[in-house]
């Protein structure tokens, strides 16, 4: 069971994750910033039980090279 208060938590947390993603230059360079980013990201979803949403995100970033 979610808290209110960790509801909050972890949909900033997507919200600052998307918001870090959009920010990155679009460079090979930024290619593994753009993974974790895309992985923390995931962890978020996953902790508010958004599994499909998380999946999306893992296989962004394991389809990175």
């Known amino acids: 069971y ?3 208060i960790f509801i909050i938590r ?3 947390a ?3 994750f998307t918001e870090a993603i959009s920010l990155l230059p ?5 290619c593994l910033e753009y993974a974790l ?3 923390d990201r995931a ?14 995100d893992c ?3 394991l ?3």
């Open 2 to 4: 979610l808290t209110p």
């Open 10 to 12: 972890y949909t900033t």
């Open 14 to 16: 997507v919200q600052l």
């Open 26 to 30: 679009q460079t090979q360079a930024s």
């Open 37 to 39: 980013f895309l992985c």
């Open 43 to 56: 962890l978020a979803h996953y902790d508010l039980k958004d599994f499909n949403t998380t999946v999306i």
């Open 59 to 61: 296989t962004a970033a």
């Open 63 to 65: 389809a990175l090279k």
